[in-house]
């Protein structure tokens, strides 16, 4: 089969297109014949093995030759104890523990497989796994959005921001989008009421305080957030630097006794009950999954270049026929 591979950590340049054997479900695992891939920052993050938590399971090369974590595509085979798919049915997963999802098959867990609904399309399904668990997790689950709440999302153009700045709105809450300028018009038209570019403002030093802070792209020292929360508020870092993780971890408790404010890691769960609620929401039309560009397999490298330097609004897939 087809699959786009690397062996070390570094630039897409590291990516190359190649031939490799098409793997055999065991006997827990289903084989999919992937359509659509969805590419996520931890792509990026585990191309580049950068930051330091992408080296798990890999600290000198990669842990795995074949990145690509939020597959959608049909069943083309199964392994002996698989009782919940068939041959031919459609479906879709976030595979980020196992990886493998740009290539014409990937093996995936039976536990890890969502049945896909009709009315969802290929590349739909692949752009909700990662992005929308994070965001129906970081909105919906622990964070406990209210109506008239102020929720801020740092990082709210991108994929998981995108679903948070809806699920926000849905949720009733006057929602600030942060990123980069070139996003700031894409925030807006999800719902965001406030938008702040990160290179010209710091949003804990607008004076401004929020019930909820979801951080994807945390890259500040933790005592900076308690200062942008309200009393009672929530700080939850879900991606960022591992300077910022640690000090939420470590510090957080103690840096949020005043002002029962908390300052928490989000560890975001995966399969298909974290996401029924979002794939409702999708086929109901409350929810849109925003695909900004497609790609073919072979243009692998490209598509991570366009997400890592920081254009993609939404959602980038890959397609393959
Ligand atoms: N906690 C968990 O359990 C868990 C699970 C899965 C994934 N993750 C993590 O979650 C993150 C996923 O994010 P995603 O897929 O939504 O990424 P994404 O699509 O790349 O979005 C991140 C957004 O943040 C923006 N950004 C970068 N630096 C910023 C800054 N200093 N201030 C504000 N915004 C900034 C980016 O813009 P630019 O384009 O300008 O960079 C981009 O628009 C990854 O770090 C991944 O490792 C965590």
Known sequence: MKAVVYDRYGPPEALRLSDVPTPAPADDQVLVKVRAVSLNA????????????????????PRSPILGSDIAGSVDAVGRQVTRFHPGDSVFADILTSLGGFAEYACVPESALVAMPAGLSHEQAAALPQAGAIALQGIVGKGRVEPGQQVLINGGGGGAGMFAIQLAKLAGAEVTGVDNAEKLEFM?????????DYARDDFTRTGRGYDLILDV???????????????????????????TLLQVVLLGPALGTAGRKKLRLLAVQQGAKHLAPL????LAGKVTAVIDRRYQLSQVPDALRYLGEGHAKGKVVVIID
């Open 42 to 61: 931890s792509d990026w993050e585990l191309l580049r093995g950068k930051p330091l938590y992408a080296r798990i399971g890999g600290p000198f090369r």
């Open 188 to 196: 807006r038209s999800l719902g965001a009421d406030h938008v702040i």
């Open 217 to 243: 792209a945390a890259h500040r020292p933790a005592f900076a957030y308690p200062r942008a929360l309200r009393p009672g508020g929530r700080y939850l870092y879900v991606g960022g630097s591992v300077a």
């Open 279 to 282: 794939v409702e929401l999708c």
